[in-house]
Each structure stands twice: as structure tokens, then as C-alpha cells.
């Protein structure tokens, strides 16, 4: 069974920064791609970024040139980079990991960005 475990969240203020990571008990070359989704209070929950196993990455359009999704193999890690968040990035943040049509989530982290 897959699991993914989360962390790095906490409260920073606006313009700052915050690395999420997110440790798997697998090889990360195993999926087809892994990634980052999150869900503000009353919404729904959005795509963040993800990278493929061949290395590309793909990125929100709210988030594109502040976010870098990035990985280590040999840490079985994938992390989130938050650079210049502001309160509209205030979300719990899921790691997420895709084989196939089979999706792995993890618990999430709270990020919350104070004004």
C-alpha cells in the first residue's frame, strides 16, 4: 500500500516562503506522476502542481513562477517550494501519487499565510 506523508506546513506571512515535503514508501520512479493538490476552507480542492516521471512538470496558473515542485530520488521525496505565497495560498496541501489510473493521497499539511 502506498503512503505518503506530508510536511512542512505552518503559518508565514505574506511574501515569505515554505517548503512542503512529501516521503513515500516507495520508489518515486514508480509512478507515472506524483504531485501537490489543495483545498481552501469552503472550496474545492484544486491542482497545485505534478511532475512526471520523465522529469516534467506542470503547475496552476495561480502558482506558476512562485511554486517549484521538485523531487529526490534517493529520499523517496518530492517537495514543494512556496515562494512569495499570499493569504489566497491559506490551504491544506495533499501530496498525491498516480499510477496508472490509481491515485494515492496523503494526509495533508496545513499552510496558512498571514497577511
Known amino acids: 500500500q502506498v503512503q505518503l506523508v506530508e510536511s512542512g506546513g505552518g503559518l508565514v506571512q505574506a511574501g515569505g516562503s515554505l517548503r512542503l515535503s512529501c516521503v513515500v514508501n516507495?520508489?518515486?520512479?514508480?509512478?507515472?506522476?506524483m504531485g501537490w493538490y489543495r483545498q481552501a476552507p469552503g472550496k474545492e480542492r484544486e491542482l497545485v502542481a505534478t511532475?512526471?516521471?520523465?522529469?516534467?512538470?506542470n503547475y496552476a496558473h495561480f502558482v506558476e513562477g512562485r511554486f517549484t515542485i521538485f523531487r529526490d530520488g534517493e529520499k523517496k521525496t518530492v517537495y514543494l517550494q512556496m515562494n512569495n505565497v499570499n493569504p489566497d495560498d491559506t490551504a491544506v496541501y495533499y501530496c498525491?501519487?498516480?499510477?496508472?489510473?490509481?491515485?494515492?493521497w496523503g494526509q495533508g499539511t496545513q499552510v496558512t499565510v498571514s497577511p
Open positions: 498525491t501519487a498516480r499510477i496508472r489510473s490509481s491515485c494515492s
Open positions: 516507495e520508489n518515486i520512479f514508480n509512478f507515472n506522476s
Open positions: 511532475i512526471n516521471v520523465g522529469g516534467r512538470t
